[in-house]
């Protein structure tokens, strides 16, 4: 597989968390919060790993966004940008999916849809090659 092809990759399973977060918090009754903002927090964690893999780089098998993002941020350093969002979603990677998890708000999964949203389409601007896989969850 080559390197844009394996970059697309990374930007089509992307793009399936955060189509099916936005399903389960539009069409399931009740809403499936932690769920929905875990697929957020792994759609970003995918985009981040297809970027780094962008630029030649294989991504370690880590789940902490910010530690990827600082990665992103020694080649270009607009990931700064996206700091914020990465720091709240990232503690939906592994706490959302046991007992004892924190109490997650719908206020939590709209932010988390529309972040990582954003910083879908924010990485996929980056790459040349992925101008069509801007649209994220909007197409």
């Known amino acids: 597989m080559s390197e844009t092809d394996l970059v697309r ?6 793009s399936t968390d955060l189509l099916t977060a936005a399903f389960l918090f539009d069409k ?3 809403k499936p919060l932690e769920i929905v903002c875990y697929h957020c927090q792994q759609a970003v964690e995918k985009v981040l790993k297809g ?3 962008s630029k030649g780089i294989e991504p370690p098998y880590i789940h902490d966004l910010e530690n990827l993002r600082l990665m992103c941020v020694e080649y270009d350093r607009s990931f700064e940008t996206i700091q914020k969002a990465c720091l709240k ?3 939906y990677a592994v706490s959302t999916r046991y007992p004892n998890r924190p109490e997650i708000e719908e206020t939590d999964a709209v932010f988390a849809l529309e972040e990582a949203d954003k910083i879908y389409k924010f990485c ?3 790459i040349p090659a992925l ?3 801007k649209e994220g969850t909007s197409s």
């Open 51 to 53: 970027f780094l893999t």
């Open 9 to 14: 990759e990374w930007f089509e399973i992307a």
């Open 124 to 126: 996929a601007n980056l």
């Open 28 to 30: 399931m009754r009740p």
């Open 131 to 133: 101008q069509h896989h």
């Open 89 to 91: 979603l990232r503690g």
